[in-house]
Nanobody, 120 residues
Framework: QVQLAESGGGLVQAGGSLRLSCLAS????????MGWYRQAPGKQRELVAR???????NYVDSVKGRLNISRDNAKNTAYLQMDSLKPEDTAVYYC??????????????WGQGTLVTVSS
């Protein structure tokens, strides 16, 4: 069973920092794109940042310069470094991964989500 598990959420004051981690576990052959999405109360889930297997990244405009996505392919882990946090960053953050398993299957997986709360 291949799965994604997030960690690192919590409560932080505006201007503070958090680091989210997403660990992929199970019978993994290769991981293609990994991304972080978020869903605020009453809003649709949105893409925050994505990183390809070669390290190329893209971000939603509202987080550029404050959030940084990275990955460690040897550890099957993606990270989201969140700096200069704002109250509007408050949301449940979900990890997303496009994964080839062994035996060979292609899966798009989601983590269970981790809550980030930024107080003003």
């Amino acid at each position: 069973q291949v799965q994604l598990a997030e960690s690192g959420g919590g409560l932080v004051q505006a201007g503070g920092s958090l680091r989210l981690s997403c660990l992929a576990s199970g019978s993994i052959f290769r991981i293609d794109d990994m991304g972080w999405y978020r869903q605020a109360p009453g809003k649709q889930r949105e893409l925050v940042a994505r990183v390809t297997s070669s390290g190329n990244t893209n971000y939603v405009d509202s987080v550029k310069g404050r959030l940084n996505i990275s990955r460690d392919n040897a550890k099957n882990t993606a990270y989201l470094q969140m700096d200069s946090l704002k109250p509007e960053d408050t949301a449940v953050y979900y990890c997303n991964g496009h994964i080839w398993t062994t035996p060979l299957r292609y899966l798009e997986l989601w983590g269970q989500g981790t809550l980030v709360t930024v107080s003003s």
